[in-house]
């Protein structure tokens, strides 16, 4: 008669949020036959976590401890009716919620300088694609010669805006480039004092 032999190896989740994994190799000798079937029959076993042990490693996150404490005493509470509480649905409903939780408590940990240094990347990216970033810049030279008082037909911000909007179509906002006067003559005021 021939003998199975069964490899496995635990595969951790790399964030520690999710219940590990068994990987399974087999290895047959003799006349048995080790079927897929078996395999996975042995991997459900195997990778089953009951509830208790999906709560006990809420308590790890610290922002979860009290939730954790709830799901456990509903579980006891739910336990003592001589039910399985691992398939009670409200209970495996709201401890993956939790868990859904702790992933972005995680998520939330991350230094907070990657997620800023990755968000002004990206806007850095978006503006050096926008035409009216070009235009600005080209309005600003306006706004320049104006000030310098080259441009006396454009007294006020609003007729420095029109003018902007028909020269350069892609500007369609004359409250913004409005805006733009105020913090550029600010700018410029500030620059005077020092």
């Not at 199975?4 to 994994?21: N, Q």
């Not at 089953?48 to 509470?77: G, N, P, W, Y």
């Not at 926008?130 to 309005?139: F, M, R």
């Given at each position: ?23 399974l ?28 042990s ?13 939730t954790a404490?709830?799901?456990?005493s ?6 003592a ?33 990657t ?8 806007a850095?990216?978006?503006l ?25 037909k454009l ?10 909007m028909r ?6 906002s ?8 105020t ?9 005077r004092?020092s």
């Amino acid at each position: 008669m021939g003998e199975r032999t069964i490899f496995y190896r635990a595969v951790e989740d790399p964030l520690g949020l999710l219940p590990d994994t068994i990987e399974l190799t087999g290895e047959i000798s003799g006349k048995v036959e080790l079927t897929r079937e078996d395999f996975e029959a042995l991997a459900k076993v195997l990778n089953k976590q009951s509830i208790m042990s999906r709560i006990q490693r809420l308590r790890e996150h610290a922002q979860l401890v009290f939730t954790a404490d709830e799901l456990h005493s509903l579980a006891i509470e739910k336990g003592a009716g001589s039910r399985d509480i691992d398939d009670d649905w409200e209970l495996r409903a709201r401890v993956a919620e939790a868990e859904l939780a702790a992933m972005y408590f995680h998520a939330e940990g991350l230094p907070a300088r990657t997620r800023s240094k990755t968000a002004k990347t990206a806007a850095a990216a978006k503006l050096v694609k926008d035409p009216k970033q070009t235009v600005k810049g080209e309005a600003f030279l306006l706004w320049q010669e104006r000030h310098a008082g080259q441009h006396p037909k454009l007294r006020t911000n609003e007729q420095f805006a029109l003018e902007c909007m028909r020269r350069w179509p892609t500007l369609t906002s004359a409250k913004v480039i409005c805006g733009w006067c105020t913090k550029w003559t600010r700018d410029a005021k500030s620059q005077r004092a020092s």
